[in-house]
């Protein structure tokens, strides 16, 4: 899905109006605005951090703004991710989709692109390339550092953002200007403490929206042209305890990605077909078919209950599972986490 208008159209009037606040900001200004207006970010994921940086960058005139997502809205998300509600829950809609219509809601002059995907090592050229910027808005290391190898091959920037509990961290990666994710975390015992998960041990609202508050910040100073603003910091934050450490990362001189140019994410290993996403979810990947949602869902009709059905998905239940399969062949099964399970469900209900 899709909703555009074309960035470059603004008349000076309306934009001193709509911008006028954010203009009046030294760091900003008129010339900062102007080059907002023709950037461009892409946003992979898009659950509490992903959803709150993209509101706040299309309420700031970021011009183009490409949303990436491979889930749908579920009761349980309402709790923090902040550009969805109710109805986008009841009738599970693609958390891309929901958020181009809200984010189009907010700011027509921007062009928003909802993409139902999931971001892989075939497609990250195709679906990250032509941004100035990537965001991080993903909830797996796999993805970050499929984004990693993808922005320091490309030579473009990226902000890395996560959070679980309480706790979360930022940091702005420029390829040959700063250190890299695996310079962060495949080369030491830093900060790998975000192995557990918000479905293993939940999340606060507050932290995620301030990671995307400081995500957004870091995105709006490189947008505009004032990259002297830049923090060029690992930021961590803990809205529970109060703590909060902005400390210097030394970039990695034999890093597997900056150093020695070694992208095994984008490269080497294929991804498997079915892979572990979240607490008890099986996802299985593309099979390379297309599916007719409507046709299968008269044929299980009968076999299934709770089914839900929108022009992206078909949801329903096999007790005690809950299966969801996109248009695209894509599925995910919750409430097993065993991979062989997973596939015999698919190949019983959908075809080997
Ligand atoms: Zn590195």
Same mark, same amino acid.
């Given at each position: 899905?899709?909703?555009?208008?074309?960035?470059?159209?603004?008349?000076?009037?309306?934009?001193?109006?709509?911008?006028?606040?954010?203009?009046?900001?030294?760091?900003?200004?008129?010339?900062?605005?102007?080059?907002?207006?023709?950037?461009?970010?892409?946003?992979?994921?898009?659950?509490?951090?992903?959803?709150?940086?993209?509101?706040?960058?299309?309420?700031?005139?970021?011009?183009?703004?490409?949303?990436?997502?491979?889930?749908?809205?579920?009761?349980?998300?309402?709790?923090?991710?902040?550009?969805?509600?109710?109805?986008?829950?009841?009738?599970?809609?693609?958390?891309?989709? $929901?958020? =181009?219509? +809200? /984010? &189009? @809601?907010?700011?027509?002059?921007?062009?928003?692109?909802? %993409? !139902?995907?999931?971001?892989?090592?075939?497609?990250?050229?195709?679906?990250?390339?032509?941004?100035?910027?990537?965001?991080?808005?993903?909830?797996?290391?796999?993805?970050?550092?499929?984004?990693?190898?993808?922005?320091?091959?490309?030579?473009?920037?990226?902000?890395?953002?996560?959070?679980?509990?309480?706790?979360?961290?930022?940091?702005?990666?420029?390829?040959?200007?700063?250190?890299?994710?695996?310079?962060?975390?495949?080369?030491?015992?830093?900060?790998?403490?975000?192995?557990?998960?918000?479905?293993?041990?939940?999340?606060?609202?507050?932290?995620?929206?301030?990671?995307?508050?400081?995500?957004? $910040?870091? =995105?709006? +100073? /490189? &947008? @505009?042209?004032?990259?002297?603003?830049?923090?060029?910091? %690992? !930021?961590?934050?803990?809205?529970?305890?109060?703590?909060?450490?902005?400390?210097?990362?030394?970039?990695?001189?034999?890093?597997?990605?900056?150093?020695?140019?070694?992208?095994?994410?984008?490269?080497?290993?294929?991804?498997?077909?079915?892979?572990?996403?979240?607490?008890?979810?099986?996802?299985?990947?593309?099979?390379?078919?297309?599916?007719?949602?409507?046709?299968?869902?008269?044929?299980?009709?009968?076999?299934?209950?709770?089914?839900?059905?929108?022009?992206?998905?078909?949801?329903?239940?096999?007790?005690?599972?809950?299966?969801?399969?996109?248009?695209?062949?894509?599925?995910?099964?919750?409430?097993?986490?065993?991979?062989?399970?997973?596939?015999?469900?698919?190949?019983?209900?959908?075809?080997?």
């Amino acid at each position: 899905m899709t909703g555009t208008a074309a960035p470059g159209s603004h008349m000076l009037d309306s934009l001193q109006e709509k911008y006028s606040r954010q203009m009046l900001f030294a760091g900003i200004g008129e010339e900062g605005q102007r080059c907002l207006l023709a950037s461009s970010a892409v946003i992979v994921g898009c659950g509490a951090i992903g959803a709150a940086s993209a509101g706040l960058l299309v309420r700031a005139g970021v011009g183009r703004i490409r949303i990436i997502d491979r889930d749908f809205v579920e009761p349980s998300n309402l709790q923090r991710q902040t550009l969805f509600d109710e109805a986008d829950a009841r009738a599970a809609t693609p958390k891309a989709v $929901a958020a =181009a219509r +809200k /984010l &189009l @809601a907010i700011n027509s002059s921007v062009s928003v692109q909802g %993409l !139902v995907e999931d971001l892989n090592p075939r497609n990250a050229g195709e679906l990250l390339g032509g941004f100035d910027l990537v965001l991080d808005g993903t909830d797996n290391f796999e993805t970050r550092f499929l984004i990693n190898d993808f922005a320091v091959q490309s030579n473009r920037p990226w902000i890395y953002a996560a959070a679980v509990a309480s706790y979360g961290v930022t940091m702005t990666v420029r390829p040959g200007l700063t250190p890299c994710l695996a310079c962060l975390l495949e080369s030491s015992s830093n900060g790998q403490g975000l192995e557990e998960t918000c479905d293993t041990v939940g999340v606060l609202g507050p932290i995620v929206n301030l990671i995307a508050s400081l995500e957004s $910040a870091e =995105a709006l +100073k /490189l &947008l @505009a042209g004032r990259e002297q603003a830049l923090h060029n910091r %690992l !930021v961590s934050c803990d809205v529970w305890s109060g703590h909060f450490q902005s400390v210097s990362v030394a970039q990695n001189g034999s890093c597997r990605a900056c150093a020695r140019r070694e992208f095994s994410y984008l490269n080497g290993q294929a991804q498997p077909h079915v892979t572990l996403c979240g607490r008890d979810s099986v996802q299985i990947h593309e099979r390379g078919r297309t599916l007719d949602l409507g046709a299968l869902r008269g044929r299980l009709a009968a076999a299934v209950s709770d089914v839900r059905h929108n022009d992206f998905l078909l949801s329903f239940r096999v007790e005690p599972y809950q299966m969801t399969v996109f248009a695209d062949g894509r599925a995910i099964l919750k409430g097993t986490k065993d991979p062989a399970v997973a596939r015999s469900l698919y190949a019983r209900y959908i075809g080997a």
